[in-house]
């Protein structure tokens, strides 16, 4: 089973790129249909769910889920369950055994056993503006470029903070991930491709040695 | 013209990377020579000229040289002056028009109004250590485990000071670079042939429109 993760910055494509990448590959996709999932099992609301994920709490400690996951003791108690509860489910879709993609989650992480191939997606600030304009735009909704600017910050702040609270791994450095690109200016079929190519080389040459690697 | 720069990690392979990269495209190959260059011009030491470059001291002010270049006035002026005949070479390397890769020195940041394809190569902190005992080894050299993670992490270090000194931008970091690759594992021909594959894409699609780049 071959599993690519896809950290991204907010506005910087890498969601589109890996829909690309599963299309080009035959790999199933994983990205919102957690968060239905979640949603339809506890009878929740999609959007709160959503957002109960990405607004993590500060906890008294510091938390790691690399092999206990965190404590429920020191989070908010529906957020951490919610956490546990994506865990799950993140779990369930991998012991399909089938190949797939997956979007965010930590999932780098929680999927550090079958050693996945990770990618993170940066892009300049002004690309990601003009997506995240172009993007609300299309969604009829409106918002100001410092808007939109504020928006990325907060966001990938967050992600961020959850990461390292969760992970006690960095959010997008180079010591989290086998490839980092910066999409500005890419065709992304071509970029997608580009990853492809690199993904099956990892795939064929490199995943068993990297199952014993050490990430310290 | 086209250009690619190889920043790196002391230990991570970069260097043999960029070797095989310039092979396998065909393009002329920098990195030592800038070096003998100088040290031939100015009847210096090899050693010296190598060892001033990378021992930058602390400027009593920032300075960058993205537009102006660092001030004499600032800093030590025997290393200054290297470092202005180091990007004097460099700019001489370009003007013959031909395509290569080159090696660290902030190329990325000397030669930006070229448009080159930047990486940046990381490894695992074993895997680095690893390489340089076995390169030590192969040199007559003896060091311990100990003293190779203290020359690693020492070497980075300065290198990551004089590149913000010098440019203000963060060495390693993903805004820095179009690809940061972790080298732990891979068979390194494998890994250039995915860059090269990567890189061609660059040449082929992106680099027009990434003159136009907002590096901030």
């Known amino acids: 089973m071959n599993i690519i993760t896809i950290g991204r910055e907010f506005g910087s494509g890498g969601r589109e790129l890996g829909k690309k990448i599963a299309e080009m590959l035959g790999y199933k996709y994983y990205d ?23 607004s993590i709490p500060v906890p008294t400690i510091n938390l790691t889920f690399g092999h206990s996951f965190v404590s429920p003791l020191y989070v908010d108690a529906p957020k951490t369950e919610l956490l546990l ?8 879709i991998a012991s399909k055994g089938e190949n ?24 300049d ?7 995240c304009l172009s993007r609300a735009k299309d969604n009829g909704e409106n918002f100001t470029t410092k808007e939109i600017k504020r928006k990325i910050i907060k966001i990938d702040k967050a992600r961020k903070r959850a990461r390292f609270l969760i992970t006690e ?48």
């Open 85 to 92: 509860e994506q865990r799950r489910v993140i779990e369930e």
């Open 32 to 54: 919102k249909e957690i968060i239905s999932t979640i949603a339809e099992r506890h009878n929740l609301n999609e959007n709160y769910v959503e957002n109960g994920l990405i």
């Open 125 to 131: 600030l002004e690309d990601k503006i003009q997506r």
């Open 169 to 216: 791994k960095d959010w997008g450095h180079k010591n989290s991930y086998h490839i980092i690109v910066n999409s500005t200016g890419w065709n992304l079929d071509l970029l997608a491709s580009s990853i492809c190519s690199i993904a099956n080389n990892y795939f064929k040459d490199l995943k068993p040695k990297n199952n014993e690697r050490n990430d310290d």
């Open 100 to 123: 797939f993609v997956i979007i965010g989650r930590n999932s780098d992480v929680i999927l550090q056993k079958y050693a996945p191939f990770n990618v993170f997606v940066t892009a």
